[in-house]
Protein backbone atom coordinates (compact mmCIF):
# COMPACT_ATOMS: atom_id res chain seq x y z
CA UNK A 1 0.00 0.00 0.00
CA UNK A 2 1.16 3.51 -0.70
CA UNK A 3 3.30 5.27 2.05
CA UNK A 4 0.94 7.71 4.50
CA UNK A 5 1.39 11.46 4.07
CA UNK A 6 2.45 12.84 7.77
CA UNK A 7 -0.81 14.76 9.02
CA UNK A 8 -0.74 18.52 7.65
CA UNK A 9 1.68 17.70 4.86
CA UNK A 10 0.53 18.32 1.01
CA UNK A 11 1.31 15.82 -1.45
CA UNK A 12 3.73 16.05 -4.30
CA UNK A 13 1.01 16.10 -6.55
CA UNK A 14 -0.67 18.77 -4.99
CA UNK A 15 2.81 20.88 -4.95
CA UNK A 16 3.78 19.88 -8.90
CA UNK A 17 0.74 22.46 -10.47
CA UNK A 18 1.77 24.92 -8.16
CA UNK A 19 5.51 25.14 -9.08
CA UNK A 20 4.74 25.10 -12.95
CA UNK A 21 2.81 27.58 -13.17
CA UNK A 22 4.76 30.42 -12.07
CA UNK A 23 3.39 31.40 -8.79
CA UNK A 24 3.67 35.16 -7.80
CA UNK A 25 1.98 35.74 -4.22
CA UNK A 26 3.30 34.00 -1.23
CA UNK A 27 0.19 31.72 -0.65
CA UNK A 28 0.22 30.48 -4.55
CA UNK A 29 4.04 29.53 -3.83
CA UNK A 30 2.77 27.28 -0.49
CA UNK A 31 -0.27 26.36 -1.98
CA UNK A 32 -2.90 26.71 0.86
CA UNK A 33 -3.58 29.16 3.91
CA UNK A 34 -2.85 26.95 6.87
CA UNK A 35 0.65 26.03 5.26
CA UNK A 36 1.07 30.08 5.35
CA UNK A 37 -0.30 30.12 8.75
CA UNK A 38 2.53 27.28 9.93
CA UNK A 39 5.46 29.82 8.24
CA UNK A 40 3.97 32.48 9.83
CA UNK A 41 4.03 30.95 13.34
CA UNK A 42 7.58 29.29 12.63
CA UNK A 43 8.80 33.11 12.08
CA UNK A 44 7.26 34.42 15.31
CA UNK A 45 10.00 33.53 17.38
CA UNK A 46 13.19 34.97 14.97
CA UNK A 47 10.71 38.14 13.91
CA UNK A 48 10.57 39.07 18.18
CA UNK A 49 13.98 37.91 18.68
CA UNK A 50 15.36 40.83 16.10
CA UNK A 51 13.11 43.61 17.81
CA UNK A 52 14.17 42.23 21.62
CA UNK A 53 18.02 42.33 19.47
CA UNK A 54 17.18 46.10 18.46
CA UNK A 55 16.27 46.99 21.54
CA UNK A 56 19.43 45.87 23.42
CA UNK A 57 22.75 45.84 21.43
CA UNK A 58 22.55 49.21 20.21
CA UNK A 59 21.12 51.13 23.28
CA UNK A 60 23.27 49.23 25.50
CA UNK A 61 25.94 52.19 25.95
CA UNK A 62 22.52 54.76 26.38
CA UNK A 63 21.72 52.58 28.83
CA UNK A 64 24.93 52.13 30.83
CA UNK A 65 25.24 56.18 31.16
CA UNK A 66 21.20 56.46 31.71
CA UNK A 67 21.49 53.97 34.95
CA UNK A 68 25.25 54.83 35.86
CA UNK A 69 26.96 51.55 34.59
CA UNK A 70 30.46 50.56 34.46
CA UNK A 71 31.81 48.81 31.19
CA UNK A 72 31.68 45.83 32.75
CA UNK A 73 27.72 45.66 33.69
CA UNK A 74 27.22 47.10 30.06
CA UNK A 75 28.95 44.30 28.74
CA UNK A 76 27.54 41.76 30.88
CA UNK A 77 23.89 43.28 29.76
CA UNK A 78 24.52 42.89 26.33
CA UNK A 79 25.86 39.22 26.87
CA UNK A 80 23.63 38.16 29.27
CA UNK A 81 21.44 36.20 26.45
CA UNK A 82 24.15 34.02 25.56
CA UNK A 83 23.82 31.69 28.54
CA UNK A 84 20.10 31.87 28.23
CA UNK A 85 20.26 30.38 24.84
CA UNK A 86 22.87 27.75 26.20
CA UNK A 87 19.96 27.06 29.23
CA UNK A 88 17.33 26.68 26.74
CA UNK A 89 19.03 24.24 24.56
CA UNK A 90 20.43 22.82 26.80
CA UNK A 91 16.75 22.11 28.75
CA UNK A 92 14.77 21.95 25.74
CA UNK A 93 14.87 17.63 24.89
CA UNK A 94 14.96 17.33 28.99
CA UNK A 95 11.51 18.99 29.16
CA UNK A 96 10.04 17.05 26.50
CA UNK A 97 11.24 13.92 28.53
CA UNK A 98 9.78 14.73 31.61
CA UNK A 99 6.15 14.54 29.46
CA UNK A 100 5.87 18.61 29.01
CA UNK A 101 3.94 18.64 25.66
CA UNK A 102 5.05 21.21 22.98
CA UNK A 103 1.95 23.46 23.70
CA UNK A 104 3.47 23.99 27.28
CA UNK A 105 7.18 24.41 25.72
CA UNK A 106 6.05 27.22 23.34
CA UNK A 107 3.34 28.86 25.94
CA UNK A 108 6.31 28.91 28.52
CA UNK A 109 8.74 30.27 25.93
CA UNK A 110 6.33 33.17 24.85
CA UNK A 111 5.95 34.28 28.24
CA UNK A 112 9.92 34.00 29.20
CA UNK A 113 9.68 36.86 26.14
CA UNK A 114 7.25 38.94 27.10
CA UNK A 115 6.91 39.22 30.99
CA UNK A 116 10.62 40.45 31.91
CA UNK A 117 10.00 42.92 28.96
CA UNK A 118 7.67 44.16 31.19
CA UNK A 119 9.08 44.67 34.07
CA UNK A 120 11.76 46.07 32.59
CA UNK A 121 8.98 48.89 31.04
CA UNK A 122 7.93 49.06 34.82
CA UNK A 123 11.34 48.79 36.87
CA UNK A 124 14.35 49.72 34.38
CA UNK A 125 17.40 48.33 36.15
CA UNK A 126 20.55 46.83 35.28
CA UNK A 127 19.05 43.37 37.48
CA UNK A 128 15.93 43.23 35.45
CA UNK A 129 17.59 44.37 32.15
CA UNK A 130 19.68 41.00 32.98
CA UNK A 131 17.21 39.12 33.56
CA UNK A 132 15.42 39.81 30.48
CA UNK A 133 18.14 39.00 28.62
CA UNK A 134 18.75 35.57 30.15
CA UNK A 135 15.02 34.68 30.46
CA UNK A 136 14.46 36.03 26.62
CA UNK A 137 16.92 33.60 25.91
CA UNK A 138 15.34 30.55 27.21
CA UNK A 139 12.61 30.83 26.01
CA UNK A 140 13.34 31.92 22.49
CA UNK A 141 15.50 28.59 22.54
CA UNK A 142 12.38 26.55 23.46
CA UNK A 143 10.67 28.37 20.32
CA UNK A 144 12.78 28.19 18.19
CA UNK A 145 14.20 24.07 18.50
CA UNK A 146 10.48 22.94 18.35
CA UNK A 147 8.94 25.93 15.36
CA UNK A 148 11.35 24.90 13.27
CA UNK A 149 11.45 21.46 13.70
CA UNK A 150 7.58 21.54 13.11
CA UNK A 151 7.53 23.36 10.15
CA UNK A 152 9.98 20.56 8.38
CA UNK A 153 7.60 17.89 9.33
CA UNK A 154 4.40 19.75 7.98
CA UNK A 155 5.46 20.99 5.07
CA UNK A 156 6.43 19.45 1.61
CA UNK A 157 9.86 18.80 0.25
CA UNK A 158 9.02 20.47 -3.10
CA UNK A 159 7.89 23.79 -1.89
CA UNK A 160 10.08 23.62 2.08
CA UNK A 161 12.96 26.08 0.48
CA UNK A 162 10.01 28.31 -1.23
CA UNK A 163 8.70 28.14 3.05
CA UNK A 164 11.81 29.07 4.45
CA UNK A 165 12.11 32.32 1.85
CA UNK A 166 8.88 33.11 2.73
CA UNK A 167 9.71 32.57 6.40
CA UNK A 168 13.31 34.70 5.95
CA UNK A 169 11.23 37.76 4.26
CA UNK A 170 8.94 37.92 7.79
CA UNK A 171 12.28 37.51 10.24
CA UNK A 172 13.55 40.79 8.28
CA UNK A 173 10.64 42.69 9.22
CA UNK A 174 11.74 41.69 12.63
CA UNK A 175 14.94 43.17 11.97
CA UNK A 176 13.62 46.47 10.39
CA UNK A 177 11.11 47.08 13.18
CA UNK A 178 14.46 46.64 15.38
CA UNK A 179 15.92 49.15 13.97
CA UNK A 180 12.98 51.64 15.31
CA UNK A 181 14.05 50.87 18.49
CA UNK A 182 16.39 53.99 19.03
CA UNK A 183 13.59 56.22 17.72
CA UNK A 184 11.54 54.82 20.81
CA UNK A 185 14.56 55.47 22.88
CA UNK A 186 14.73 59.60 22.12
CA UNK A 187 10.77 59.22 22.45
CA UNK A 188 9.84 57.67 25.79
CA UNK A 189 13.55 56.04 26.84
CA UNK A 190 13.62 52.46 28.87
CA UNK A 191 10.49 52.48 29.63
CA UNK A 192 9.42 53.05 26.11
CA UNK A 193 11.43 50.47 24.35
CA UNK A 194 10.28 47.49 26.59
CA UNK A 195 6.61 48.21 26.69
CA UNK A 196 7.31 48.48 22.53
CA UNK A 197 8.64 44.93 23.17
CA UNK A 198 6.70 43.74 26.09
CA UNK A 199 3.36 44.12 23.78
CA UNK A 200 5.20 42.46 20.80
CA UNK A 201 5.82 39.80 23.10
CA UNK A 202 1.77 39.45 24.30
CA UNK A 203 0.95 39.50 20.69
CA UNK A 204 3.16 36.25 19.98
CA UNK A 205 1.98 35.12 23.35
CA UNK A 206 -2.42 35.63 22.24
CA UNK A 207 -1.26 34.43 18.52
CA UNK A 208 0.37 30.68 19.27
CA UNK A 209 -2.52 30.61 22.01
CA UNK A 210 -5.44 31.06 19.83
CA UNK A 211 -4.59 31.38 16.01
CA UNK A 212 -1.90 29.06 15.18
CA UNK A 213 -2.61 26.82 12.98
CA UNK A 214 -3.58 22.91 15.26
CA UNK A 215 -1.76 21.32 12.18
CA UNK A 216 1.53 22.96 12.98
CA UNK A 217 1.50 21.02 15.98
CA UNK A 218 -0.07 17.93 14.92
CA UNK A 219 2.27 14.04 14.81
CA UNK A 220 1.38 11.04 13.50
CA UNK A 221 2.12 9.12 16.92
CA UNK A 222 5.60 8.77 16.06
CA UNK A 223 7.94 10.17 18.46
CA UNK A 224 8.74 14.01 18.17
CA UNK A 225 12.68 14.83 17.24
CA UNK A 226 13.27 15.96 21.08
CA UNK A 227 10.71 13.05 22.37
CA UNK A 228 7.78 14.73 23.60
CA UNK A 229 4.35 14.85 22.61
CA UNK A 230 2.87 16.99 20.17
CA UNK A 231 -0.51 18.86 20.83
CA UNK A 232 -3.46 19.06 18.58
Same mark, same amino acid.
Given at each position: ????????????????????????????? $???????? &???????????? &?????? %?????? /???????????????? $???????????????????????????????????????????????? /???????? %? @?????????? *? *????? @??? %????????????????? $????????? @???? /???????? =???? $?????? =? %?? =???????????? /????????????????
Amino acid at each position: SPAREPPGRASMAEARPILSKGPRTWLEM $VGDPVTMG &NIVTAAWPQVYY &NVALGA %VVPLAP /FYGKELGLTAVQTATL $VAAIQPGFILGYGSFAMLSDWGFSTRTINLSGASLCTFPAIIVAVWPT /FFSLVLFQ %V @LQGIGLAWMM *S *SMQGA @LFR %VTDPAIFGRALGIMSIL $VVSGILFGL @LMPV /FYAAGGIP =LVFA $VVGGLG =L %VM =LLYLSCCAPARM /FKHDGVAAAAGGPWYA
